[in-house]
């Protein structure tokens, strides 16, 4: 009888393309497209330096001011890479300093500099060696200042890793929507009272779906960990079972959540509206599309992207990711399996209440029957 | 003409799906989107100080071009794994020499890291002036080109509206009944977006107003360079629809049409800087017209000259004549009348 | 003088033809009316005189010498459509309209426009609140404020209810009395009887008759059944139907319950007759139903075929 019912539901889950989609296509999509196209954005790598130089000008300078420019601007330009340039059109070079062909031009005079910076459309890089050009210009290196460099051995989390996370992230949680559609479609049928008032009872309804679709999650696993893998050359290190766990907990969640969804909510049209929105909200909060480094950057809702699963999911991923196994992937295993649990609780005693009235109301009908 | 144009006010601004969407929702749009794409090229980097002095704490806080993140100690190596921040500045104090120690954590390839380190090597609590001035600038604080090519797309399809009006003229018999008058074929189609082209410059300018208000970088000299690439890409979008509008026989088939508005606006940049894009989506992108109004205003931030733009503006003008003509004739094919 | 004079017009889409060699005039003054069923080639025959449907072949001339271009000013037309605009008042959109024809005087004209039509109370609201008769006066009124020397109406009573459509109809006719000169297509044989001063009937894009009303029913031998009830059922019912009998005027006759079905030849006094002898055997007359010749005997009778939907 179970089977029975499994088979069909799993049949009904891959007829239906958008299905196929959610399973197969978006993972692969996301992951390939964002995994190449943030690859530059998340290595901080954004060519702030390249290609850059500064002009100067002498206005009657004075030697003192000579020496100190020659200095600084060796110190800036070893450091930094940012060529120094002297020019004698001083208007000329202040039009290409907003041409954006300089950073700046600095007049050299007796008693000073003067900075021209373009006022309209200086780069951040232009912003950096200014400031560090003024800061050299009135003060000399503290020789009471001790400067550590302290290269941490972290593996940072590249944007195929990332993507990968999200790719999935956003599968599994769609995958809500195949749950909660083959409630819908047995409502609108009208087979799921047939289906409870039968042999099989209200139980094995959920069991098969919920197997169906632990089923359809594990190739939605399978697939996008394979693809990076084999794309990407990522090194999963040590704690890919853990990384794996935390993808099936969140399946977990996911499966839950639109059975819940999909039994108490009869409106095909409304559970899709409300999952969608659920999904599409929890996957922007989370960093699915954009990094979640970048929303942590904006107030209020650096606290806000906090209430979303795949915002912790993605937390303990990463740290998963980076051989660090720590309070942060507990507590995401251990949250997600109780709203799981409790999603799942909430399934199960509706659905027998569900078939205990309709059992009481085929009864009375049969009474009805009987008598004359 | 007259008479076309005060009516097509009339249709156009008693449509109040229509004013919504030319004129609030851009702007609305435009505030959500800045939330949703944040992408900036801005370094960042957390600085801890343990010690009662500020020097190196000041001057990295005063390093312009790099943004400063709040971070805990023990949160470093998590931050930087993740990326939220770049280089971290710990400050402490040898207790046996009294010198300020300042490790700089950093996961070992950062662009910035020399000029953080040269930052706190010149640290100083000194309060002498400054031998160095420096012009001031007024540039705002929040990135307006991420939002860009999202802002284009919604321009540009914001101009289906005028396509449906005149699909709905043709099934009405409404256009026949204009034809037949001494009304010329060009004056109707041009008193309809000569009103939509106001309506929607409008939008748009409304949209850099509130930019503007809201301290909005557009990185150009005038601003109001900004205003007329807009106005460019409005008469662009109104060509587009009157010629799409001679494609399809219904309201809803538009709907088609805007879809391929979206998947350029995709190609263009919508949804991540064009920059990281791959090589091919790219490629795909600079046949956009969405991607050359994108870098026409680019080279006027680069170059602080509107003429740099003349070629991106010729490109989408030449397009904007070609749908026109071809918009107008296919419109007009009918009522060559040759008796 | 022929105020149109269409020759031999022609007009295929893909495979069918639509339009299959039409030739027609209509005299100045005149209501002409085109009256076949739907798909019968009407409205494609007004689209290729307005230009609104370029023809494959065959001649549209106004006025014996111009062509549409030239004379396009003095057509109104009213299509099947509501060319209206919803979103404006009744006022606004006959002044667009007639605005689109210059001249002086916008606004009595627009007054008069919707007085001509029963709207001048209306006239401030917004034509998206009107019902649909209201609707299609308003068509009419865009259509005939600028005091065409034309009218072409293509079905413009589809639709609405009878109290409507005998206004527009009362309309068309003070047109005409007014000197314009109307082209009315239809599929309703009634409406085309009573406004009409001669008929084209036009079937698969061919005419396949034409003239006033009285020469095209004149063509079709068909009776007119006549039905008399009586308000009780009675032997003396059977009785009239005997002495009827004897009427060589008249065809067939059958008694059905307590009424009398009489088929007989166009003009023949039955129902004088029935009355009379209604008197003599003291019975009360319930009812008295006359049917005539429809369109669809029309068709029967000069295609064999029914007439089609």
New interface residues.
């Given amino acids: 009888m179970f089977s029975a019912i499994f088979k069909k539901d799993f049949k009904l889950a891959l007829s239906n393309p958008m299905h196929i989609g959610i399973i197969a296509i978006y993972p692969i999509i996301i992951i390939i497209v964002f995994g190449f196209t943030m690859r530059n954005n998340m290595d901080n790598i954004y060519g702030t330096f390249d290609n850059t130089k500064v002009f100067y000008y002498r206005d009657n300078a004075s030697d003192e001011m000579l020496s100190k420019f020659t200095e600084i601007s060796e110190i800036i330009s070893d450091k930094i890479g940012v060529e120094f340039e002297e020019i004698s059109d001083y208007d000329k070079a202040c039009d290409e300093v907003e041409a954006s062909k300089a950073y700046a031009v600095i007049k050299i005079e007796a008693d000073g500099y003067d900075y021209f910076r373009s006022d309209f459309n200086e780069t951040y890089g232009g912003d950096i060696v200014r400031t560090l050009f003024v800061e050299l210009s009135n003060n000399e290196a503290n020789s009471n200042t001790v400067v550590q460099n302290v290269s941490l051995n972290i593996k940072k989390v590249t944007a195929d890793v990332y993507y990968t996370f999200a790719g999935l992230g956003i599968a599994i949680l769609f995958l809500a929507l195949v749950m909660s559609n083959s409630f819908g479609r047995d409502y609108s049928s009208g087979t799921i009272e047939k289906i409870m008032m039968s042999k099989a009872g209200a139980h094995s309804i959920i069991l098969s779906k919920f197997t169906c679709g632990a089923i359809l999650g594990l190739i939605q696993i399978a697939i996008a960990l394979s693809l990076s893998t084999l794309i990407f050359n990522i090194d999963w290190n040590h704690n890919l079972g853990m990384i794996i766990m935390v993808h099936i907990v969140m399946l977990l969640f996911s499966l839950c959540f639109g059975l819940m969804v999909g039994i108490l909510i009869p409106n095909k049209m409304t559970t899709y509206l409300a999952i969608c929105y659920f999904a599409m909200l929890s996957n922007y909060l989370g960093g699915s599309i954009t990094p979640v480094y970048l929303l942590e950057r904006i107030p209020i809702l650096k606290y806000i992207i906090k209430i979303s699963p795949i915002y912790w999911t993605n937390q303990s991923l990463t740290n998963l990711y980076n051989g660090t196994n720590d309070s942060k992937t507990r507590n995401c295993i251990i949250v997600l399996l109780a709203f799981a649990v409790v999603f799942m609780a909430v399934t199960f005693l509706y659905t027998s209440s569900k078939s205990k009235s309709i059992s009481a109301n085929a009864g009375y009908k049969n009474q009805e029957a009987i008598q004359p | 003409m007259k008479?076309m144009i005060v009516?097509a006010l009339?249709?156009f601004g008693?449509?109040k799906a229509f004013l919504f969407s030319v004129t609030i929702i851009p702007t609305l749009l435009f505030l959500l989107m800045t939330?949703?794409?944040?992408?900036?090229?801005?370094?960042?980097v957390s600085v801890i100080n343990h010690t009662d002095d500020k020097?190196?704490e000041n001057?990295i806080n005063?390093?312009?071009?790099?943004?400063i993140?709040e971070a805990k100690e023990d949160k470093?190596?998590?931050l930087?794994?993740?990326?939220?921040i770049?280089l971290a500045v710990v400050i402490n104090e040898?207790p046996e020499t009294?010198?300020?120690?300042?490790?700089?954590?950093?996961?070992?390839?950062?662009?910035?890291?020399?000029?953080v380190?040269?930052?706190?090597?010149?640290?100083?609590d000194?309060s002498?002036n400054?031998?160095?001035?420096?012009?001031?600038?007024?540039?705002g604080t929040h990135n307006l080109m991420n939002t860009l090519p999202f802002m284009l797309y919604k321009f540009i399809e914001g101009a289906s509206v005028l396509g449906a009006m005149i699909i709905a003229d043709r099934?009405?018999?409404?256009k026949?009944?204009?034809?037949?008058?001494?009304?010329s074929p060009v004056t109707y189609i041009s008193g309809m977006t000569m009103v939509y082209f106001i309506c929607s410059c409008f939008g748009s300018g409304l949209y850099c107003l509130v930019g503007g208000i809201m301290n909005y970088d557009?990185?150009?000299?005038y601003p109001i360079h900004y205003f007329i690439m807009l106005c460019f890409v409005n008469l662009f979008s109104a060509s587009f629809y009157i010629f799409a509008a001679t494609l399809v026989n219904s309201e809803e088939s538009l709907q088609g049409v805007s879809t391929l508005v979206l998947i350029s606006a995709f190609f263009s940049g919508m949804?991540?800087?064009f920059?990281?894009?791959?090589k091919v989506?790219k490629m795909i992108g600079n046949y956009c017209p969405q991607r050359w109004i994108v870098k026409g205003i680019e080279n006027i931030?680069?170059?602080?000259?509107f003429s740099a733009a003349f070629p991106q503006i010729g490109l989408v003008f030449t397009l904007t004549l070609i749908f026109l003509i071809i918009g107008v004739y296919r419109n007009n094919k009918?009522?060559?009348?040759?008796? | 003088m022929n105020i149109i004079e269409i020759n031999n017009l022609k007009k295929s889409f893909g495979g069918v033809t639509a339009v299959n060699g039409i030739s027609m005039a209509a005299e100045k003054g005149e209501i002409l009316g085109m009256l076949g069923p739907n798909g019968a080639g009407k409205s494609t025959t007004i689209g290729c005189i307005l230009g609104i449907v370029a023809s494959d072949s065959g001649s549209v001339v106004y006025e014996g010498k111009y062509s549409l271009k030239k004379w396009k000013k003095h057509i109104g037309y009213i299509p099947q459509e509501l060319a209206i605009y919803d979103e404006l008042t009744a006022e606004e959109n006959v002044s667009f309209f007639c605005a689109l024809y210059g001249g002086k005087d916008l606004k009595n004209k627009v007054t008069k426009a919707l007085d001509f039509v029963g709207l001048t109370d209306v006239r401030k609201k917004k034509a998206g609140t009107f019902s649909g008769g209201m609707k299609r006066r308003l068509n009419l009124a865009c259509g005939v404020a600028h005091n065409p020397t034309l009218i072409i109406m293509d079905e413009p009573t589809v639709g609405i209810d009878p109290q409507s459509r005998n206004r527009i109809l009362e309309n068309v006719k003070k047109l005409n009395e007014n000197g314009a000169t109307i082209l009315y297509t239809t599929h309703y044989m009634p409406e085309a009887e009573e406004l009409c001063d001669r008929l084209v009937v036009v079937d698969h894009g061919q005419i396949i008759t034409a003239g006033t009303k009285h020469e095209i029913t004149s063509k079709i031998s068909k009776n007119v059944v006549t039905t008399v009830s009586f308000q009780d059922d009675s032997e003396h019912i059977q009785n009239i139907a005997a002495e009827l009998k004897s009427d060589n005027d008249i065809t067939d006759i059958s008694v059905e319950e307590n009424a009398i079905k009489v088929k007989y030849a166009e003009g023949v006094p039955v129902i004088k007759d029935i009355i009379n002898l209604s008197v003599t055997y003291s019975l009360d007359i319930e009812n008295i139903i006359t049917e005539e010749p429809t369109l669809e005997d029309i068709f029967l009778t000069l295609t064999g075929k029914a007439l089609r939907d």
Avoid: W
Wanted: glycine share 6%; hydrophobic share 35%.
């Fill in positions: 008479n009516t009339k249709l008693r449509n939330v949703l794409l944040p992408y900036t090229k801005k370094h960042s020097a190196i001057s005063g390093i312009d071009g790099i943004n993140v470093i190596a998590e930087i794994t993740r990326g939220t770049e040898d009294g010198f300020a120690v300042a490790q700089i954590y950093n996961s070992g390839d950062s662009e910035i890291y020399d000029a380190e040269l930052a706190v090597s010149y640290a100083s000194s002498q400054s031998i160095t001035s420096v012009n001031s600038s007024d540039r099934k009405k018999h409404i026949d009944r204009i034809m037949l008058s001494c009304i557009f990185g150009m000299r949804l991540f800087p920059d990281y894009m791959p989506f931030q680069v170059s602080g000259t009918i009522i060559n009348v040759r008796y």
